[in-house]
């Protein structure tokens, strides 16, 4: 069985209204049958595809989220966060972006960035009146941010692979992140300013009004401070941040603010642990479709065909952006740069092209690839968040699509945007 109808085979599946996780269970247990695989190697690749020390750091951080929204943290934050913006169109909006530019490149989990900005921004917005599916599109359009800004797990992959240096990736990473995310805040204005059936705050804040803001947003400002400083000055894991904070949130929301019983930490722990086995399940089955891609040796062929095809260089790389944007949508960032890497390096060398800005622009793919319908993953994580459909999500999301292509374009003609700190 090709790799054309693998895919084909899976658009059945999902058509024929099968969940996301059964339609590429059943996708992989075809071909593998077909093939003539042994089953137990299904069995152990879903177990590969989780079985990561840094996947700890998933329900910790999302029984975090959860937490600091039932204990009342969201809330203060989003009030200090408002001090700033609050007059302008779309301030809730950017500080959800900002928020997720922020956690995913603490993190280093897109998955688990759109899962906890949404747990903690989603109550907040939809007093506002946003719908939950805008609330799904904004927080995977930050989500996905994570591949880019560094530390960026898929970034050191990259590096490591393609021999390029990780320390200009981080620096290159950081500029085409930052400009990103103000191309997101960007559409947020724009959009906002169109939005006549939300809420905008319109009374002046006075100097007392502030004072009193900053008092009771003080210790929830502390919990973003502990993981910046934590896992930045290298004091503790991602996991073990998490773990941190669990306690913090739960010392300053029990009682400190009284807004927190035992009670409402059994749901959060619940829920967490709901919303961690479905993307869990999500990514177990995905890892397995992404080893069948790599078995049948798909990518490979399509990036020799695109040599055959031209030898215009801004032509190639596009066309390259666009097969690792299509791959992005059914496979891992991180499998995909290790199955196209020598590929990849053959490119830099054969066209001369900067090997850091065609690292940026890789990743900035790979980070689009995550929010495409039909099979983004962080399009899948902000629907269980959220609990609006993925059709709803996908259409709300396009407009931050279509500014991240034209970023991945502007990157590609003008290499100094990637550049500019190397």
Sequence with gaps: MSGIILFVLLFIFLLAGMPVYAGIAATCIVFMNTAGIDFFMMIQRMYSSVDKMTLLALPGFLIAGNLMDKGGLAKRLVSFCELFVAKLPGGLPIVTVIASAIFGAISGSGVATTAVVGGIMLPEMEKRGYEPSYVGALITSGGVLDAVIPPSVILVVYG??????????????????????????????????????????????????????????????????????????GFVTPTECSVVLIAYVILVCGPIFHELNLASIWESFKKAALQSAAILLIMATAGVFGWIIAYTKLPNMLMQ????????????????????????????????????????????????????HFGA????????????????????????????????????????????????????????????FV
Aim: glycine content about 6%; charged content about 10%; overall charge neutral.
């Design 305 to 356: 065909s695109i040599l055959l095809l031209t030898s215009s260089e801004i032509i190639i790389i596009l066309a390259v952006d666009l097969v690792i944007l299509v791959a992005g949508m059914f496979m891992s960032g991180t499998a995909i740069v290790l199955i196209a890497a020598p590929i990849l390096t053959a490119l830099c060398s054969t066209l001369q092209i900067n090997a850091v």
């Design 160 to 233: 490591a692979a393609t021999g390029t240096s990780i320390s200009d990736l981080f620096k290159s990473g950081f500029s085409v992140g930052l400009f990103m995310v103000v191309s997101t805040i960007i559409v947020c204005l724009i959009q906002g300013s169109r939005k006549k059936d939300v809420v905008i705050i319109k009374k002046e804040y006075t100097i007392p009004m502030v004072i009193d803001t900053l008092k009771e947003s003080i210790l929830a400002l502390l919990a973003p401070v502990l993981i910046i400083v934590g896992i930045f000055g």
């Design 361 to 420: 622009m890789i990743l900035m793919t790979l980070a689009i690839g995550c929010m495409t319908p039909p099979f983004g993953t962080c399009l899948y994580a902000s629907s269980m968040v959220t609990k609006a459909p993925v059709e709803k999500i996908a259409l709300k999301v396009l407009p931050f699509i279509m500014v991240y292509v034209l970023d991945l374009v502007l990157v590609a003609l003008v290499p100094d945007i990637a550049l500019i």
